[in-house]
């Protein structure tokens, strides 16, 4: 992920995905009103998908895709692959430490500091699928390693094969069945044996229960996410430097293939984001490949060019754009000495103009737009935050 700013110019796509997976948190994370948002803006609160459960799923996408392009570039320079994994697993403790801090925001409570979370999740994804990607190198005859898509594709496949299993068929210990409930499932289990409930995501409430049971973004269900990058590795490898229409046609085909298998299997497996089910991986990677080679046939137009110069910066700035929207947004929900936070003061502003759930939707761009600010500045002077 921290050398997403080198990937080629031509693949412009790629920046785009990202940074409208990026807008996408923003606007879930910044509207003036929790209740009072549009619909597709809100997860799924169990089984079933929305579209902003595709924001998460399309920016590991792109990690992968990165992680694919940097590490065949160094492996084609000659650098040994013994030389890369050091490098690697420090930069993913640093970003998993950011990501516990941010956590902490604002209070710093350490009796119910939450330990998992999204940018975690991020670096222990990276973490594994960096691993897996160096292991799947080839030797070639000149003694170099190589990237190829095929036993990245294979061990993608074999992860998910291995979680739907555990899920399904095998028992839970102490509940003597598998299950798939907030309380009963193995990640959900095991996040408890692991982090303490105390630990776990504040609304990570058990069925009727105000009981905090499992965690969105927890330690086993981050396995299924190593599919998504590793899909995003095997797309890179397959891109080519001049993408035709075919190749993107493909890309579209393949992801719509992804899709309908996601929905033949989720009679069996449900389609479940906090779960992360092999399901919801094969769903939220077929629609990420469907809008990749969605935004490689947009035409190339001077206007249209300026209008998606935010999200460009977004997307080339992505590591920055998570710290300063994880680390503000706590700040709007904090009460004021008359208590009313932020939030509640620009929805009541902005509610006097509009319905409430499009006041909220305007407080999510306004938020969009002035986050943008810093991430356009650093862009014009050329500063990236990488590790």
Known sequence: MSEVISLPKRWAALDLLRGLSVVGMILNLFPGDWA??????DHAKWNGVT??????????????????????????????????PGPLVRRMLV????????????????AHWRLPGVVQRIGLACLLTGAIILACARRQPDGRRKLTPLPLAAAGVAILVFYAVLLLYVPVPGLGEPRLDQYGS????????????????????????????????????????????????????????AASSHLQLRAAIAGGVLVGLAFLLAPVLPI????????????STGFSLVVLATLACLPRAKWLDTALIPIKAYGTNPLLAFI???????????????????REAGQSVLVHLLPPAHASMLFSLIATAILALPILYCQRRGWFLKL
């Open 186 to 241: 193995w990640p959900s289990q095991i996040d408890r044996a692991v982090f303490g409930n105390a630990h776990l995501w504040e609304y990570g409430f058990a069925p009727d229960s105000h009981t905090v049971v499992y965690d969105p973004d927890g330690l086993l269900s981050t396995l299924p996410v190593c599919f998504n990058l590793l899909a995003g590795a095997v797309t890179a490898l397959l891109w080519k430097p």
């Open 95 to 110: 970003l998993i430490v950011i990501g516990v801090i941010i956590n902490g925001i604002p209070h710093f409570d350490l």
């Open 324 to 342: 300063l929207c994880w680390s503000l947004f706590p700040w709007l929900d904090v009460k004021g000495d008359g208590g009313t936070d932020l």
């Open 36 to 41: 009072a948002r549009y619909g597709w803006l």
């Open 272 to 283: 479940n984001k906090s779960l992360w089910t092999s399901s919801f991986a094969l769903l």
């Open 51 to 84: 579209l902003i459960d595709m924001v998460a799923p399309a920016f590991l996408f792109c990690a992968g895709a990165g992680l694919a392009l940097s590490f065949g570039r160094r492996l084609d320079q000659g650098l040994a692959r013994g030389a890369l």
